[in-house]
């Protein structure tokens, strides 16, 4: 692939996220977290397919050689969502983004410890001092949960975002560990299937009918 045209997608990707962020942001006060999860993860499924049969890979493109990491990658993963989409309502979306950004911190750490990767002084630096901007964003919030309940549900919101930010990082070891014997398709379209299935969970805790508006 052409690096231009990769670094458009890669572009493209980041605005559909931040625009994905912002919808659940809005719709936050309706919408419960697993419900959100649940209808991002379904929709995706037929738009995944699609793009497997576009490209003729859906006899091939769905094998699977390791059954349980798809299920661990696929927890892990919709962990991360939920508590980041969690994160979304009861934070400004800038905090919650912010602390988001723990994620790449953490693949890191998470790399040298279950892949044993070589991580350099540059890194660890690098690492470290973003770190301490995590710390910052979040200690404001640590030290309000003895306050008002609306200060209190913030500090909820940003342990939220850090553990999903712990999830997510979790999900990209299993990522890179599972890229040797699966298929990209495959980690991608089950990651869906067992999202969708997983925030089924969250059902009788409040799920609210989908109304125009």
């Known amino acids: 692939m052409h690096p231009v045209k990769g670094i458009t997608l890669k572009l ?9 962020a912002s919808l659940i942001k809005a719709t936050a006060d309706h919408v419960p977290a697993g419900e959100a999860v649940f209808f991002r993860s379904f929709f995706a499924l037929p738009i995944i397919l699609g793009w497997l049969v576009m ?3 859906l006899s091939t493109g769905l ?15 919709t962990a991360a969502m939920g508590l980041s989409f969690l994160a979304l309502g009861l934070l400004p979306l800038p905090e919650a983004t912010a ?3 723990a994620a790449p911190l953490l693949v890191v750490i ?9 991580v350099g002084m540059f890194r660890i630096g690098a690492v470290l001092l973003g770190l301490a901007g995590v710390i910052i ?7 309000t949960f003895a306050g008002e309940s609306v200060e209190t549900m913030q500090a ?7 553990m999903g930010a712990t999830c997510a990082a979790l999900a990209q070891i299993y990522i890179r560990k599972m890229v040797a014997t699966e298929q990209t398709s495959a980690i991608v379209f089950y990651f869906t299937v067992t999202s969708t ?10 799920w609210v009918m989908p109304e125009p508006r």
């Open 12 to 20: 493209c990707a980041v605005m559909m996220f931040i625009i994905m």
């Open 55 to 57: 490209r003729g890979d």
């Open 63 to 77: 094998k699977v050689n390791s059954p349980m990491g798809h299920f661990w990658r696929g927890f892990v993963g």
């Open 99 to 101: 602390l988001g950004y």
């Open 110 to 118: 998470f790399a040298a410890m279950f892949l044993d990767e070589k």
């Open 137 to 143: 964003v979040l200690s404001p919030r640590l030290s």
């Open 156 to 162: 909820v919101g940003a342990l939220c975002a850090l």
């Open 197 to 206: 299935l997983l925030s089924l969970i969250t059902l009788p805790f409040g």
